[in-house]
């Protein structure tokens, strides 16, 4: 009998999100975390009380220079990642690293090269097109159950407090785009295909954050959809239904509707309308309402793992990413500018 080696990796960042990566990693077979870092004492050695992982540095170059490791995940916030990303490849270890991937395109174009000259893979931790009903959406228009789509929404509704998770969220110049729609314009980039275009405008509704709550943008695709996409921090509905992300596509035969509770309809024009959930798994370790989310950490974590045993590149890879993020700069420009419409 062969006992499969697992692969062993290290942990940049015990903070918030962390805790998911983490548990996420004990659920797989295939990798270990054996090493985590954090500058945080604090919050490094509670994390690793909390996960039984003996070694923890407080410098990543010290994790490098003391550990074999078979790859890295970063999951500290934007402005480290490129620093992080850099010691990583210098000491050519394979890397994930949380969105936003970058804090400006040069940045990211930077972390993609270096990390192709140190021959290392490197993905982005972009885990929405992850989630189960969307990996679902995505089958459904694969086998081709609603014909040629034309035209498509992706919407993210919410007036669920964040900021207390995420303080930084309220600070920072920037918010929905960055991070929220990021994976709203990941999904539409899975479903639709690249964009072409792209207008938006943005707004502030919350008065006691820095940076816009609400957007909504208009894109039209290579394949010829066009799409809505629509976020909001700052929307109070009757059911609130954080962190869902709502799927509207009409095709050449029939429509897709994916809404509240993981509902999916899909109604064919000379057929039958069925309607099926496709709600994610509330593994042990998850809780509601995040459980979605925590699935499709599970869910790319794996993907990465298998990428790595088989040499093949992960779906969100760094160079995949910077499409994404284009997106996420090219319609604060629009916002910026009257909601003029940007050319990509
Ligand atoms: P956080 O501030 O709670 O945690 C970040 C941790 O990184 C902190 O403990 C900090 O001390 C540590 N850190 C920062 N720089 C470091 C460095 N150079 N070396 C070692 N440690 C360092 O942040 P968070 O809320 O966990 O968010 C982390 C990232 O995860 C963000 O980029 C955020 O956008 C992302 N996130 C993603 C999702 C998702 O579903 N995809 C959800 C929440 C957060
Ligand atoms: O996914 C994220 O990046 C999170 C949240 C879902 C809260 O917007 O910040």
């Not at 000259?117 to 982005?124: S, T, Y």
């Not at 370790?285 to 990465?304: C, G, K, M, T």
Request: aromatic share 8%; with cysteine; proline share 5%.
């Amino acid at each position: 009998m062969t006992v499969k080696k697992k692969l062993r990796g290290g942990l940049i960042g015990c903070g918030f999100f962390s805790q998911n990566h983490l548990h996420a990693w004990q659920q797989l077979d295939d990798a270990e975390i054996v090493a985590l870092c954090d500058t945080d004492p604090k919050r490094l050695a509670e994390t690793a009380a909390r996960f039984g992982i003996r070694k923890t540095y407080q410098g990543a170059a010290a994790m490098f220079a003391a550990e074999a490791l078979d790859f890295v995940d970063i999951a500290t916030t934007v402005n480290s990642h490129r620093a992080l990303v850099e010691l990583a490849a210098s000491a050519g270890v394979p890397c994930i690293c949380q969105k936003p991937f970058a804090p400006s395109l040069d940045d990211a174009q930077a972390m993609v090269e270096v990390c192709e000259r140190a021959g290392i893979p490197l993905m982005v931790h972009e885990n929405f097109r992850w989630q189960t009903p969307i990996q679902r959406v995505r089958q459904v228009l694969d086998e081709g159950a609603i014909g040629q789509p034309f035209w498509g929404r992706v919407s993210f509704r919410s007036a669920f407090d964040v900021f207390s998770g995420q303080p930084y969220l309220a600070t920072d110049e920037r918010f929905i785009l960055q991070d929220l729609g990021i994976h709203i314009l990941d999904i539409a980039r899975f479903l639709f295909g690249e964009a072409t275009v792209v207008s938006a405008n943005t707004r502030r509704v919350n008065p006691r954050i820095r940076g816009e709550d609400v957007a909504t943008l208009l894109l039209t695709h290579a394949g010829d959809v066009t799409s809505v996409l629509d976020c909001s921090y700052a929307t109070s509905l009757p059911q609130e239904l954080f962190p869902q992300t709502l799927i509207e596509v009409d095709g050449s035969l029939g429509t897709l509707r994916l809404q509240a509770d993981y509902h999916l309809t899909v109604h064919r024009r000379e057929g039958e309308t069925t309607v099926t959930r496709c709600e994610p798994p509330l593994h042990a370790w998850a809780e509601r309402p995040w459980h979605n989310i925590q699935d499709s950490v599970l869910n790319i974590q794996a993907h990465w793992a298998s990428c790595l045993l088989d040499g093949s590149p992960p779906q969100t890879s760094g160079a995949d990413n910077l499409r994404t993020l284009q997106l996420v700069y090219a319609a604060y420009e629009s916002a910026d500018h009257g909601q003029k419409a940007v050319r990509l």
